[in-house]
Each structure stands twice: as C-alpha cells, then as structure tokens.
C-alpha cells in the first residue's frame, strides 16, 4: 500500500515568503505529526492532529508556524515570513490510532531551503 | 519530561565487525523506545521497539535491542555489519499521555568498511 506522501520533494524560497507544505498520511490513520530536522537542533516534533480533537501544537516555534488538517486526511504545515533558520527537513508521520506504543510511519520530507 | 543520549555522531565499522549503537533515556515514567534508521534522502523507518514484555527485542534486518531500566539505556546491536547497513540511526522515546510524541536523539551516522 501506499506510504506517507509528502509534496514538494524540495522547497526554495526567499527570506519573508510563505510557504505551504504537504502531507498525505496512511489511508485509514486517525493520527498525524509533524517534525522538523535541521544540523543544530535534530529532529523536533512541531504539532500533532488525533482525529477530530485540537491539535497539540506544543512543538511550534513561533506564531509564523500553523498547520491544519483537513477532512482528517491531508495536512498543511505554513510557514509565513520565513527566516533563514527555518531552513530544515520537515518530516511528516502518521499512525493507526495516535497512541504512544505505535509505530509512526514516516514521509520523505519536504527539504526548505531559505535564501 | 523526557530526553535521549546518543553519544558520539558517528561510528564506523568493517564489515562483519558487531555494530554497537548506544541510547540511553531519561523519563519519570515507564517510557516506550524506538529505534529508526533513515538511508539517504529518505524517510525514517522503524527497526525495532520497546513498550511492554520482553526486554530484548528483535527488529528488521538482524538487529536488537536490550531495554535495561537498571541503567536506563537501550543500545542497537547487529552482530555481523552489512555495507547496506550504513545510514544514520535515530533512538527515540515517548510516553503515555494525551500526546504521544517521539523525542529524538541526535542521531549517530554509521559507516561500513568494506
């Protein structure tokens, strides 16, 4: 079956665009996160959607981030007014049912670059 | 809140040789551990887990891990290294709760000498 799918591949932009990121999970998973892997910090966690409660957003580092997730199924991740050290890998995740013991599946990132 | 040491950021080792990952944890509560492996511009994928039973684990491709709470620590062991095996592995911790995060080590790059 089909993996995490996550659009584009690879993201460059200027300094104080936005940007939009996509992530299509697992047909049939309630669960989905999103983390951010860069040289200085490694991988973070950024926000969590389980079904149709609030999202965790705990992991956001400032108020340009936001994601949402629409119709339980695709998910956005927007940036607005990027800087330079949002350049990083943003990884995306789904799972089954959102609980702590099950495997997160993970996309191949969207690689942002910002100039 | 919880926290993963992974010393060191790469190891490399012949191939054949036993490959050692260290990963200790931190956590005020029983955690659950991961270990991923991601290759070259690729997503991260699941080798093995801890949550509940036995304490050694089997996961894919030869490897295991020990869960020993006494020393809060689950090292990544294979015993004969593969060229294939080279890539950077990640342990991960998470805990029960409403958010069932992953908190991530730094990674350690392992390299494989023919």
């Known amino acids: 079956g089909a993996g995490v799918s996550q659009s584009p591949s690879n993201k460059v932009t200027e300094k104080g665009k936005d940007v939009e990121l996509r992530c299509d999970p697992i047909?049939?998973?309630?669960?989905l996160y999103w983390y951010r892997q860069s040289l200085g910090q490694g991988l973070e966690f950024l926000i969590y959607?389980?079904?149709?409660?609030?999202?965790?957003k705990s992991g956001l580092p400032s108020d340009r981030f936001s994601a949402e997730r629409t119709g339980g199924s695709v998910s956005t991740l927007t940036i607005q007014r990027t800087q330079q050290e949002d350049s990083a890998v943003y990884l995306c995740?789904?799972?089954?049912?959102?609980?702590?013991?099950?495997?997160?599946?993970f996309g191949p990132g969207t690689r942002l670059l910002v100039l | 809140a919880q926290s993963v040491t992974q010393l060191g950021s790469h190891v490399s080792v012949s191939e054949g040789a036993l490959v050692l990952l260290r990963c200790n944890y931190s956590?005020?509560?029983?955690?659950?551990l991961f270990w991923y492996v991601q290759y070259p511009n690729q997503g991260l994928q699941l080798l093995l887990k801890y949550t509940t039973g036995a304490t050694l684990v089997k996961g894919i491709n030869g490897f295991e891990a020990e869960f020993k709470k006494s020393e809060t620590s689950f090292h990544l062991t294979k015993p004969s290294a593969h060229m294939s095996d080279a890539a950077e592995y990640f342990c991960a911790v998470s805990v029960l709760g409403a958010n069932s995060k992953l908190t991530f080590g730094k990674g350690i790059t392992l390299s494989v000498r023919p």
């Open positions: 995740a789904s799972s089954f049912a959102g609980t702590s013991v099950e495997t997160q599946y």
């Open positions: 956590s005020s509560v029983p955690p659950y």
């Open positions: 047909s049939g998973h309630t669960a």
């Open positions: 959607f389980q079904g149709n409660s609030a999202p965790d």
